[in-house]
């Protein structure tokens, strides 16, 4: 397995979110633990960032874009209404002829795209898959709307996934011993739609449309659902929340970071937390953090893994893997 990922050049403190809208960093940390995003620049999209970030996780596996034969990118802002992003990247790599698509899912995105990508593995449909997450969520921010846009930056984030197969690292994957994705969960439920959502779209508005939320509502849901995905991986699994060496969720809001990890019983070290550096990059926001804590070492072989999102829809998910 590799990962890597990609922020844009710019970066946007708290400061001078206050110099934005009605707002200070006193608040901005108290609610939300987030202290900057990126934001992205004049050529910088939601491609680009995926780009470079595939390109580092292909790196990092030892990997060439030949060895990719399906690309699986979840995003709620592709460049285009179509053609897929996930084109684009297999274009730009130079691995055209393969699978490649994109999964819409919101913050849960890369979640569904990681269990899409896996269940292709497994049953032969691709050797090798470079599973994305890449926003750029500060295009459909309303920035006079001091309670979302404070919340969200852009970024990406991708793995490297192999069929059991094309692996010399087991004869077989997901294993409690064996490095792959051992259990996965999924859900949605359409009738909170209106608690988190864009308001526009080319089917209905004929316009992109801004983010709106219902923060407080959608936080209430956010406990709930996620610590019963979380027991639902882990009982799948077989394994005891004690065996869980980390918990990389995503990286929405301190707050729903620390209450869930209570609800599981699980120590606040063992969580994964880069929101306050990033905020809510929302797809890309797993593997963003996934990334950040490999590259600093806390992220070891070897470790038990359990990634975990909740977004709009609703939809969320968790996925438990041995690395």
């Given at each position: 397995?590799?990962?890597g990922?990609?922020l844009?050049?710019?970066?946007?403190?708290n400061?001078?979110?206050?110099?934005?809208?009605?707002?200070s960093?006193?608040?901005?940390?108290?609610?939300?633990?987030?202290?900057q995003?990126?934001?992205?620049g004049?050529?910088?999209t939601t491609?680009?960032?995926?780009?470079?970030a595939?390109?580092?996780?292909?790196?990092?596996?030892?990997?060439?874009?030949?060895?990719?034969?399906?690309i699986?990118?979840?995003t709620?802002t592709?460049?285009?209404?179509?053609?897929a992003?996930?084109?684009?990247?297999q274009h730009?790599?130079?691995?055209?002829?393969g699978i490649?698509?994109?999964?819409?899912?919101?913050?849960s995105?890369?979640l569904?795209?990681?269990?899409?990508?896996d269940?292709?593995?497994s049953?032969g449909?691709a050797k090798?898959?470079?599973?994305?997450?890449a926003?750029?969520?500060?295009?459909?921010l309303?920035?006079?709307?001091?309670?979302t846009?404070?919340?969200?930056?852009?970024?990406?984030?991708?793995?490297?996934?192999?069929s059991?197969?094309s692996?010399?690292?087991?004869?077989k994957?997901?294993?409690?011993?064996?490095p792959g994705?051992?259990?996965?969960?999924?859900?949605a439920?359409?009738?909170?739609?209106?608690l988190?959502?864009?308001d526009g779209?080319?089917?209905t508005?004929?316009?992109?449309?801004?983010?709106?939320?219902?923060?407080?509502?959608?936080?209430?849901?956010a406990?709930?659902?996620?610590?019963?995905?979380l027991?639902?991986?882990?009982?799948?699994?077989g394994?005891?929340?004690?065996?869980?060496?980390w918990i990389?969720?995503?990286q929405?809001n301190?707050r729903?970071l620390d209450?869930?990890?209570?609800?599981?019983?699980?120590?606040?070290?063992?969580v994964?937390?880069?929101?306050d550096?990033h905020?809510n990059?929302?797809?890309?926001?797993?593997?963003?953090?996934?990334d950040?804590?490999?590259?600093d070492?806390?992220?070891?072989?070897?470790d038990?893994?359990?990634?975990?999102a909740?977004?709009?829809?609703f939809t969320w998910?968790?996925?438990l893997?041995r690395?």
């Open positions: 397995m590799g990962s990922s990609a844009p050049k710019r970066v946007v403190t400061a001078e979110m206050a110099t934005m809208v009605d707002t960093d006193e608040w901005i940390v108290e609610r939300t633990g987030i202290r995003r990126y934001i992205a004049e050529g910088e491609s680009t960032l995926a780009i470079a595939a390109k580092a996780a292909l790196e990092d596996a030892g990997l060439t874009a030949g060895d990719i034969d399906l699986v990118l979840a709620a592709p460049d285009n209404t179509f053609p992003t996930a084109t684009k990247v730009a790599l130079g691995c055209n002829g490649a698509f994109d999964v819409a899912a919101v913050c995105g890369f569904y795209a990681l269990t899409t990508a269940s292709l593995l049953t449909k090798r898959a470079l599973v994305i997450g926003e750029t969520f500060s295009r459909i309303d920035w006079e709307d001091r309670t846009c404070v919340l969200f930056g852009d970024g990406a984030g991708a793995i490297v996934l192999e059991p197969d692996s010399d690292l087991a004869e994957s997901g294993t409690k011993a064996q994705i051992i259990a996965s969960s999924l859900h439920d359409g009738a909170q739609h209106d988190l959502y864009v779209g080319p089917s508005t004929q316009t992109v449309g801004h983010l709106r939320m219902r923060g407080p509502e959608v936080f209430k849901h406990v709930v659902n996620l610590s019963n995905v027991k639902e991986v882990i009982e799948d699994a394994v005891s929340a004690d065996e869980i060496d990389v969720p995503h929405a301190k729903i209450a869930t990890a209570r609800k599981l019983k699980i120590s606040p070290d063992r994964i937390v880069t929101v550096s905020a990059t929302s797809a890309a926001s797993v593997p963003l953090a996934f950040t804590a490999r590259k070492g806390r992220i070891k072989a070897g038990l893994v359990l990634m975990e909740m977004g709009g829809g998910g968790a996925s893997i690395i």
